[in-house]
């Protein structure tokens, strides 16, 4: 191209972060900065995403990065911001999220999941409840995102009651119609709780799950943590059904079977 403007190099960019050569992307940053071709958010945004390779982080480039945003007022807006967040949480720089985040003027439910997404990353679920109860006394509704983290964090902790709670929560009050991803959770929950039964009765009662195998992947798992053999063939013949190539099914199976031929040998 003969010239170029500041969308042109946006495309280049946005698609050497979409396949993760990060490197290359800040080549491009850098010659269109030598261009005078002044970036604006959304590359800024793409290669604050970019910043989340460990090869770039080592080199620091996440703080140059911020000092550029800085100084062209960019911290605020609600899209670098959030990218921001997510950048150092996924650093593990929580102290630098938190602040980046309490510049954002105008929170919206995407930058409250990614700061929630990221401390359930870390493993501080509590921190989570507390964030999602801050959220939504400050009038943000949570979305489908939100209750997906909920749910994973009660399926974590073994919170069955909270768990139950949000599910309904989500369908009843905020009219979110539940994807497979929080049926899976719910099923977890149940699972790691020894409720592996009504986890199957969950299962075969939503209609979605006839052809995806993700929904019996975590009970079989709670088949297996549980000792619950005759339930686990069950549901491993479901799977083969689904898909009888499923590795990890195989796996699981071996392992349940191992660990009741261990016990009948130790009697």
Known sequence: LQNRNVITWGAVIAGFIQHDQGHDAFCLFDRMRKENIEPNEFIFACMLKGCCSPGLLRFGFSRILHGWVIDRSLELNIVVGTTLVDMYMKCGETIGAHQVFDLVLVKSVDSWNTLMSGYAQLGKYETVMNLCNRMIGQGVVPDIITFSLLLSVCSHTGLLDEGQTYFKTMMKIYGIIPSMQHHVSVVDLFGRSGQVDIAFTLITNVATSVDNISIWVPLLSACHK??????????????MQLNECHTASYV????????????????
């Open 226 to 239: 549980w000792g619950n053999v005759e339930l686990a063939s069950l549901v491993f013949k479901h799977m």
């Open 252 to 267: 699981c199976m071996s392992n349940i079977y191992a660990t009741l031929y261990n016990k009948s040998e130790k009697l």
